[in-house]
C-alpha cells in the first residue's frame, strides 16, 4: 500500500499570504489529522477530520482550518501568515477514530518570510 | 506540568551500545503507548506500539511500560548508525470524547561507528 502523500513538500510565503496543503491518506484510512512540528514545541495537534467533518481541534487560531473531501483526501488552510507559522506540516492518517495507531506524511516544510 | 515528558538529549553512544529512551506521562488515563522514530526531514515512522504494562520485544527493539508508575521506555540492543534519529514517544488514550495522541518533544540519537 502506497504511504500517506503529502504536497507540496517544500514552500515559501511571506507574511500576510494564505496557504493551502494537501495530503492523501493510505487507501482505506478514513481519519485524517494534522500537527504542526516546530523546535521549540514539538508535535502539537491541530485537528481531525472524519467523514467529512472536523471532530477535534487543538489549540490554534482560527487562521488554521482544513476539510476533507469524499475521498479522505485532506487540505489545511492557513491565512494571513506570521512568521511563527514557519514549520513542518506533518499529516496522519487511521482507518477509523477507534484506531490507535496513526501513519504519518513526510511533511510539509513551511517557511515565511 | 506538561503531559508527557521527554529528555531532548541528545544522547550520543557508540555503536553495538544498549540505548535506553525514556518518558513519563501524567495522564492516568492513557492506555496505548507508542513510539515513533523520525530521521532528519522525514515525517515520523510508527515504531512500536503497546496497551498494557510489561514488555513488548521486535527485533533489537524492545517497548517496557510500567502504568503503575507512568513510566515508558524504548530499549535498542546492538544499536547501529542507521538508528541515529529522532525518537519520539506517544501515550494517547480515550479522553474528552476523542482518542487522543499527545507525543514527547524526541530524543535525538546519534549512534557512531
Known amino acids: 500500500k502506497a504511504g500517506v502523500t503529502q504536497t507540496p513538500r517544500y514552500l515559501i510565503k511571506t507574511r500576510g499570504q494564505q496557504v493551502t496543503l494537501s495530503c492523501s491518506p493510505i487507501?482505506?484510512?478514513?481519519?485524517v489529522s494534522w500537527y504542526q512540528q516546530t523546535p521549540g514545541q514539538g508535535l502539537q495537534f491541530l485537528f481531525e477530520y472524519f467523514s467529512e467533518t472536523q471532530r477535534n481541534k487543538g489549540n490554534f487560531p482560527g487562521r488554521f482550518s482544513g476539510r476533507q473531501f469524499s475521498n479522505s483526501r485532506s487540505e489545511m488552510n492557513v491565512s494571513t501568515l506570521e512568521l511563527g507559522d514557519s514549520a513542518l506540516y506533518l499529516c496522519?492518517?487511521?482507518?477509523?477514530?477507534?484506531?490507535?495507531?496513526?501513519?504519518f506524511g513526510p511533511g510539509t516544510r513551511l517557511t515565511v518570510t | 506540568q506538561k503531559e508527557v515528558e521527554q529528555d531532548p538529549g541528545p544522547l550520543s553512544v557508540p555503536e553495538g551500545a544498549i540505548v535506553s529512551l525514556n518518558c513519563t506521562y501524567s495522564?492516568?488515563?492513557?492506555?496505548?503507548f507508542m513510539w515513533y522514530r523520525q530521521y532528519s526531514r522525514k515525517g515520523p515512522e510508527l515504531l512500536m506500539y503497546?496497551?498494557?504494562?510489561g514488555n513488548k520485544e521486535d527485533g533489537r527493539f524492545t517497548a517496557q511500560v510500567d502504568k503503575s508508575s507512568k513510566y515508558i521506555s524504548l530499549f535498542i540492543r546492538d544499536s547501529q548508525p542507521s538508528d541515529s534519529a529522532t525518537y519520539l514517544c506517544a501515550p494517547g488514550g480515550f479522553s474528552g470524547g476523542y482518542n487522543k495522541l499527545i507525543f514527547g518533544a524526541g530524543t535525538r540519537l546519534a549512534v557512531h561507528p
Open positions: 495522564n492516568s488515563a492513557f492506555q496505548y
Open positions: 487507501s482505506g484510512h478514513r481519519s
Open positions: 503497546t496497551y498494557s504494562s
Open positions: 496522519a492518517s487511521r482507518p477509523d477514530r477507534a484506531t490507535y495507531e496513526q501513519y
